[in-house]
């Protein structure tokens, strides 16, 4: 069936370091499906960060960028440079070309350290 | 414009027990879904609404679990009698359309069952 895979369950890094958190998906219908980022911040709801709908082209929101690259199947999430503040965790979702439903990955836990 | 709220936020219950969730989604929204997410895993659809009609009940446990929206608002999801497997977070989300369309989240209602 159709699945997403976040292979990082939690990530560190140093406050003005850069960030990749890898997503990679799989869909068993033909066509190319959506891609969405969503951030979980401590003690509030999920929301949507970014998303995709055209393979090839790029997202952006609050510094990150995501491309989806429809060869890979992958869209990772990437930030030329964290702060304290983007701790949290985020996930990846998609929903396939025929599909009707948004499908999320596990998660990746973010921790920006000084 | 207010959120999505859920109510109670947290639930602690022995086996064998009944509970129910309760969702008020954004004033407008004609789609609603329900999300389980067991710990350390991503939100997993377990049943959503357009208006009042259930469009995928597919992953729903139909023989505990059950899900209602009878008038295109509210909606309310019991579980008939629990299992310590059911322990994790319950999501409601709702968003105008479905598909690509921008999922608003709430809160969650943190379920744990002994």
């Known amino acids: 069936g159709d699945s997403v895979t976040q292979t990082e369950g939690q990530v560190t890094v140093s406050e003005s370091k850069s960030l990749i958190i890898n997503c990679t998906y799989s869909a068993t219908s033909i066509g190319y499906p959506n891609l969405f980022w969503y951030v979980r911040y401590p003690g509030e709801g999920l929301q949507l960060l970014l998303k995709?709908?055209?393979?090839?082209q790029k997202g952006s929101s609050r510094g990150f960028e995501a491309t989806y690259n429809k060869e890979a199947t992958s869209f990772h999430l990437q930030k030329a440079s964290v702060q304290e503040s983007d701790s949290a965790v985020y996930y990846c979702a998609f929903i396939a070309n025929s599909g009707t439903y948004q499908r999320f990955g596990t998660g990746t836990k973010l921790q920006v350290v000084p | 414009e207010a959120g999505v709220t859920q109510s109670p936020r947290y639930a602690v219950l022995q086996e064998g027990q009944a509970v129910s969730f309760w969702c008020d989604p954004i004033?407008?929204?004609?789609?609603l879904y329900w999300y389980q997410q067991p710990r350390d895993q991503g939100p997993q659809l377990l049943v959503y609404f357009r208006d009042e009609a259930v469009i995928d009940n597919s992953q729903l446990p139909s023989d505990r679990f059950s899900a209602v929206r009878p008038k295109g608002t509210n909606s309310t999801l019991k579980i008939q009698s629990a299992k310590q497997g059911d322990t994790a977070t319950y999501l409601c989300?709702?968003?105008?359309?479905?598909?690509?369309?921008?999922?608003?989240f709430g809160p969650g209602t943190r379920l744990t069952v002994l």
């Open positions: 989300a709702s968003s105008l359309g479905r598909g690509i369309a921008e999922q608003f």
């Open positions: 995709v709908i055209t393979a090839g």
């Open positions: 004033s407008g929204h004609d789609t």
